[in-house]
């Protein structure tokens, strides 16, 4: 399969480097000199156990239109570039190509489809960790499976996508309702992300301490009840156990949120606690909890991004 990763920062070289055994794989970031380094030395990823592997893709460049159109195009911009990302890589998606999005939070989807037909459009959840090293090296810090579907699109082309992903060493499955595990996975964010990005804190804190514990609790709650108004059916205890259990789990980590204000980069705050406010506000559900936080994020990110 002819396969484009457009992002190839942490998760896209982690993807672009895995499926580049297996398939044809150009990879295409803004980032020249991270590109240079994989055109020099193919992408470095040190893997859980230790060892580091080199993957070598196909073709790697900061020039989409040297691609052409690709079978499948997977997305690992931020959300607030996807749109002018698409914009720009135009020439690599053709009628036929399918767009996967395993990225964060909610929202993406609609800035993909400000591009691409939405019958073309794959999303899902990955569970697997990489964080940026250094150019042309990543950390892959922990794996997991990658869940697949579509919301207009044809069913098939998320068994595709999944297959591809399979044949490439990924534990991977399509699903008829991703929207249940895009909200699933968003309740572990909403208790991580934004708490542990405020308090320069470790993932576990969230957990072991009873204040964060007590705020990430009522976040999680609000989000099940706007999840659960727009037709999905969680168990709010049991989602609060396994949102407790990701902050244990991945105790030492520093959020993916907690980084980028460490970098003074935009958050994802939008997409996350923010696709809580937005949807309850649809759905006519109040989200106290999640609206603070979020304007807490907002007015820390202001500083540093002058806007
Ligand atoms: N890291 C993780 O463990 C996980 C991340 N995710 C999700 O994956 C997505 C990507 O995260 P991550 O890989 O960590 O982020 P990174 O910032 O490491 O990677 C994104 C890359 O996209 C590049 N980029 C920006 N604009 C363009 C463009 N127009 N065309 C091509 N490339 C562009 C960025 O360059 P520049 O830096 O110069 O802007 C960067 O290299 C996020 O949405 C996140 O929520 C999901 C699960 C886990
Ligand atoms: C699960 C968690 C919280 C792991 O750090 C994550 O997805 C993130 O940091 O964005």
């Given at each position: 399969m002819k396969i484009g990763l457009l992002g190839c920062g942490a998760m896209g070289s982690l993807y672009g480097g895995y499926l580049s055994k297996v398939h044809e794989v150009y990879v295409c970031d803004v980032w020249k000199e991270h590109i240079e380094a994989i055109r020099a030395n193919g992408i470095r990823l040190d893997e859980p156990e230790g060892?580091?592997?080199?993957?070598?893709?196909?073709?790697?460049?900061?020039?989409?239109?040297?691609?052409?159109?690709?079978?499948?195009?997977?997305?690992?911009?931020?959300?607030?570039?996807?749109?002018?990302?698409?914009?720009?890589?135009?020439?690599?998606?053709?009628?036929?190509?399918?767009?996967?999005?395993?990225?964060?939070?909610?929202?993406?989807?609609?800035?993909?489809?400000?591009?691409?037909?939405?019958?073309?459009?794959?999303?899902?959840?990955?569970?697997?960790?990489?964080?940026?090293?250094?150019?042309?090296?990543?950390?892959?810090?922990?794996?997991?499976?990658?869940?697949?579907?579509?919301?207009?699109?044809?069913?098939?082309?998320?068994?595709?996508?999944?297959?591809?992903?399979?044949?490439?060493?990924?534990?991977?499955?399509?699903?008829?309702?991703?929207?249940?595990?895009?909200?699933?996975?968003?309740?572990?964010?909403?208790?991580?992300?934004?708490?542990?990005?405020?308090?320069?804190?470790?993932?576990?804190?969230?957990?072991?301490?009873?204040?964060?514990?007590?705020?990430?609790?009522?976040?999680?709650?609000?989000?099940?009840?706007?999840?659960?108004?727009t037709g999905c059916h969680f168990d709010v205890e049991a989602e609060l156990k396994n949102a407790f259990d990701v902050a244990i789990a991945t105790g030492t980590n520093r959020s993916s949120m907690l980084q980028d204000v460490t970098r003074q980069r935009e958050t994802e705050i939008k997409i996350i606690n923010g696709a809580v406010v937005k949807t309850g506000k649809e759905a006519g559900i109040p989200t106290p909890y999640n609206e603070v936080i979020c304007q807490l994020i907002q007015a820390k990110q202001s500083f540093y991004l002058k806007k």
């Amino acid at each position: 399969m002819k396969i484009g990763l457009l992002g190839c920062g942490a998760m896209g070289s982690l993807y672009g480097g895995y499926l580049s055994k297996v398939h044809e794989v150009y990879v295409c970031d803004v980032w020249k000199e991270h590109i240079e380094a994989i055109r020099a030395n193919g992408i470095r990823l040190d893997e859980p156990e230790g060892e580091t592997a080199v993957f070598t893709p196909k073709y790697a460049t900061t020039d989409p239109s040297e691609i052409g159109p690709v079978d499948l195009l997977i997305v690992f911009v931020k959300y607030m570039l996807l749109e002018d990302a698409l914009k720009n890589a135009k020439t690599m998606i053709g009628k036929d190509t399918i767009v996967l999005s395993l990225q964060n939070g909610i929202g993406n989807y609609d800035e993909i489809a400000k591009v691409v037909p939405e019958e073309q459009i794959c999303c899902g959840t990955t569970a697997h960790g990489c964080t940026f090293l250094e150019p042309g090296h990543v950390r892959h810090t922990g794996r997991g499976i990658t869940n697949v579907g579509t919301l207009k699109g044809p069913y098939a082309n998320a068994e595709k996508v999944a297959d591809a992903l399979r044949q490439a060493g990924f534990e991977a499955a399509a699903h008829e309702n991703v929207m249940q595990l895009i909200w699933h996975k968003l309740f572990a964010n909403i208790a991580i992300n934004a708490i542990t990005a405020l308090l320069d804190q470790t993932n576990a804190t969230v957990a072991e301490n009873p204040y964060e514990h007590t705020l990430a609790e009522n976040m999680v709650r609000e989000a099940v009840a706007v999840a659960n108004a727009t037709g999905c059916h969680f168990d709010v205890e049991a989602e609060l156990k396994n949102a407790f259990d990701v902050a244990i789990a991945t105790g030492t980590n520093r959020s993916s949120m907690l980084q980028d204000v460490t970098r003074q980069r935009e958050t994802e705050i939008k997409i996350i606690n923010g696709a809580v406010v937005k949807t309850g506000k649809e759905a006519g559900i109040p989200t106290p909890y999640n609206e603070v936080i979020c304007q807490l994020i907002q007015a820390k990110q202001s500083f540093y991004l002058k806007k």
